[in-house]
């Protein structure tokens, strides 16, 4: 409820700006104000009644161009309105409705009008009206909130990874890691735990090679896709939606995989998850970890985070059988198509 009420007065403040620009202008118009209108502050501000035959704050263009250009934008507005409102980003919601309710208005002027009323004229400043000012504001807040946006990860927070899953039909795929489809060459049964489970694809498959598993994941999205894929298959997965430095490992496994997840995990507590991790993997059980290193595209707006130096996770294994140690480059496709530069660790913990 308290979400819902953030979003109907992030919606309900540019309402109030369009009604009052909307109301501005018929009063204009009802009482034929005139271009010299009124003066305030010594001549600094007058409002008056001025036509604009061009784009925002007079910029020259033709007619049609204009309106064509404003309706595409209007239509890419509408898409990022939609896609920031699932998506969480309240304050990109905002400034996006700030844009598209100045937008519209100016475009209704055109509509029925063939120009833009504009009606504040600021000293040097070229005339406007209240439409551009929201449409000027909401351009900075939308870029100032997309750079944060940009430098924090959507992992760190809960609700944006939930949303993440509701904007993908399947967000990671459901193709197992090439490596985890190794795992019952090393070993053939046994207690299997998936730190970072996602939607399963990973979870899956090793339970239907005939291992016990249990997931876990921050997102519920991800756990109740993932519930979903095994009763569809009749498979039995243990799950937790939790935070995984807040998961209580109350038993040892055969098996712990992580994959695409460790450098997801704030520094401080990077090292004593993966102490957990090994603490809770039985005698010659297996650890599978898959990580991005600081060669990672993503590691420059992500540095609060954990990506990899080349050799420091092999580092964390010391007395561990390291069974496969490689660095690589893959190709990915969820969002835009892109590559993540890779280390996979495959260690046995020897008594």
Wanted: a positive charge; one cysteine or more; charged letters at 20%.
């Amino acid at each position: 409820m308290k979400g819902a009420k953030k979003i109907i007065l992030i919606l309900l403040i540019p309402t109030i700006f369009f009604a009052l620009e909307s109301f501005i202008k018929y009063y204009l118009i009802l009482n034929k104000i005139p271009q010299s209108g009124f003066y305030f502050f010594n001549g600094l501000l007058q409002i008056g009644f001025f036509t604009n035959l061009n784009l925002a704050f007079g910029l020259p263009l033709p007619q049609s161009v204009i309106m064509v250009f404003i309706f595409l934008i209007l239509i890419v507005l509408g898409y990022l309105w939609w896609r920031d409102l699932i998506l969480g980003n309240l304050w990109q919601v905002f400034s996006v409705s700030l844009i598209i309710l100045g937008a519209l208005s100016n475009f209704i002027d055109r509509l029925i009008f063939g120009f833009v009323i504009d009606y504040i004229n600021v000293f040097i400043w070229p005339v406007f009206n209240l439409a551009d000012a929201m449409i000027v504001v909401g351009v900075i807040i939308f870029f100032v909130e997309g750079f944060k946006t940009n430098r924090e990860s959507i992992f760190l927070d809960q609700n944006k990874i939930n949303s993440a899953y509701r904007l993908n039909k399947c967000l990671w795929g459901n193709v197992p890691n090439e490596y985890v489809v190794k795992i019952p060459g090393y070993i053939k049964k046994g207690r299997v735990l998936d730190v970072g489970c996602g939607e399963g694809r990973n979870a899956i498959f090793l339970a239907e090679e005939g291992f016990e598993v249990t997931g876990i994941d921050i997102s519920e999205e991800a756990i109740v896709r993932l519930q979903n894929s095994a009763h569809e298959r009749n498979l039995q997965i243990k799950t937790f939606t939790v935070d995984a430095n807040n998961f209580e490992f109350n038993e040892n496994y055969d098996v712990i995989i992580s994959t695409a997840v460790l450098h997801l995990i704030k520094r401080e507590d990077l090292s004593k998850l993966i102490l957990k991790i090994q603490s809770h993997t039985a005698i010659n059980g297996i650890n599978l970890i898959s990580v991005f290193t600081t060669k990672d595209y993503a590691f420059k707006k992500n540095r609060q985070l954990h990506f990899f130096e080349p050799e420091e996770l092999k580092n964390f294994y010391k007395g561990w059988r390291i069974l496969e140690y490689k660095n690589y480059i893959k190709q990915d496709y969820h969002g835009k198509p892109h590559k993540h530069d890779i280390i996979i660790l495959v260690a046995q913990k020897i008594g």
